[in-house]
């Protein structure tokens, strides 16, 4: 009998909470619409940053603008060989620090 008394209680309890964190639809609104915003901004920064680069990029000199590629492949190639793989450390003891 107390395990049916208790069983009530809780889910007497846990009703109101399912309903009190409920949005509205206008709040949901204005939160989609301001994530909108959000991205549209941050693609246009990004095409204004790679139009900025490209114009670095341009008003060099030939002979600069190839040391500027390879400057570019070689840090990629280092960046790129730097990079972890996604379950190298998973089982790798070695990189584990004993206290």
Do not use: W
């Not at 309890?13 to 619409?33: D, E, F, N």
């Amino acid at each position: 009998m107390r395990i049916k008394e208790l069983a009530i209680c809780f889910l007497v309890l846990l009703l109101p909470a399912s309903h009190g964190y409920a949005q509205s639809r206008m709040v949901r609104k204005a939160i989609s619409s301001q994530d909108k915003k959000a991205e549209q901004q941050e693609e246009d920064y990004q095409k204004k940053r790679k139009a900025v680069l490209r114009h670095r990029f341009d008003i060099q000199t030939k002979e600069v603008q190839k040391r500027m590629k390879l400057a570019k492949k070689k840090s990629r190639q280092y960046n790129k060989s730097r990079e972890e793989k996604p379950f190298s450390n998973l089982f790798d003891n070695k990189r584990k620090k004993h206290r």
